[in-house]
Nanobody, 122 residues
Framework: QVQLVESGGGLVQGGGSLRLSCVVSGLTLRSYVMGWFRQAPGKEREFVAAISWSGSNTRYADSVKGRGTISRDNAKNTVYLQMNSLKPEDTAVYYC???????????????WGQGTQVTVSS
C-alpha cells in the first residue's frame, strides 16, 4: 500500500519560513519523480515544484522561484520543500505527489498525500 504523508505545515508570519516533509512508503522512491502542489480555498490545485528521481533536476512554478527549494533523500524515503519569504498568497494546503515524468500537471502524478495546511499571516 502506497502512502505519502506530509508534515511541517502550520501558521507562520509573512516573511517567515517553513520546511515541509513528505515521507513515502510502499514504493521505491528513487524510481519516481516527486512533486509538490498546493490548493487554496476556491482555487484549483496548482504546481509548486518537482524533482527528478536522482535529485539532479528541479523545476519550480514562477510564483515560488527563488523562494522555494525542493530536495529529496531517497535513503530516508523523504522529499522536502523549503519555503522562504512566505507571503499570504502562499496560504494553501500543500500536497506531495509521485509520478513518472517531470510535469506540472496533476494528472501526471499517480500517488498523492493528504496534504498539510500552510497559513501565512500578513
Amino acid at each position: 500500500q502506497v502512502q505519502l504523508v506530509e508534515s511541517g505545515g502550520g501558521l507562520v508570519q509573512g516573511g517567515g519560513s517553513l520546511r515541509l516533509s513528505c515521507v513515502v512508503s510502499g514504493l521505491t522512491l528513487r524510481s519516481y519523480v516527486m512533486g509538490w502542489f498546493r490548493q487554496a480555498p476556491g482555487k484549483e490545485r496548482e504546481f509548486v515544484a518537482a524533482i527528478s528521481w536522482s535529485g539532479s533536476n528541479t523545476r519550480y512554478a514562477d510564483s515560488v522561484k527563488g523562494r522555494g527549494t525542493i530536495s529529496r533523500d531517497n535513503a530516508k524515503n523523504t522529499v522536502y520543500l523549503q519555503m522562504n519569504s512566505l507571503k499570504p498568497e502562499d496560504t494553501a494546503v500543500y500536497y506531495c505527489a509521485a509520478g513518472r515524468v517531470m510535469a506540472t500537471s496533476t494528472p501526471s502524478y499517480t500517488y498523492w498525500g493528504q496534504g498539510t495546511q500552510v497559513t501565512v499571516s500578513s
